[in-house]
């Protein structure tokens, strides 16, 4: 059974960093899309990075593009998402979520790409 648990949430201050993970158990990562999600109350979950592995292209969302970096241990079966100066609109709970391989034109970073989703962390930056 596929399963994904992510940690490293918390509060930080703005400009701050910090690191999410995501460790995943029951499938080979290589063989899968991977990304990160986020979600405010109120609104819809939004794709902010992810990675196809079966041709190592990435995307990154306009609001974390040069800030955040995703990225993966295939060995390890783990993700992560490095986020570097934050801002209090990155104030959400982030998901990690594996998908089965793309097919040709199917949109990478979206929801219903993904079948599989950790738990959720919470990420809240304010000082």
């Known amino acids: 059974q596929l399963q994904l648990v992510e940690s490293g949430g918390g509060l930080v201050q703005p400009g701050g960093s910090l690191r999410l993970s995501c460790s995943g158990s029951?499938?080979?990562?290589?063989?899968?899309?991977i990304g990160w999600f986020r979600q405010v109350p109120g609104y819809e979950r939004e794709g902010i990075s992810c990675?196809?592995?079966?041709?190592?292209?990435?995307y990154y969302d306009d609001s974390v593009k040069g800030r955040f970096t995703i990225s993966r241990d295939i060995a390890e079966h783990t993700m992560y998402l490095q986020m570097n100066n934050m801002k209090p609109e990155d104030t959400a709970v982030y998901f990690c979520?594996?998908?089965?391989?793309?097919?040709?034109?199917?949109?990478?970073?979206?929801?219903?790409?993904?079948?599989?989703w950790g738990q959720g962390t919470q990420v809240t930056v304010s000082s």
């Open positions: 979520a594996a998908g089965p391989k793309l097919r040709a034109n199917q949109p990478m970073c979206v929801v219903s790409t993904f079948g599989w």
């Open positions: 029951g499938f080979t990562l290589e063989n899968y899309v």
């Open positions: 990675i196809n592995n079966s041709d190592g292209s990435t």
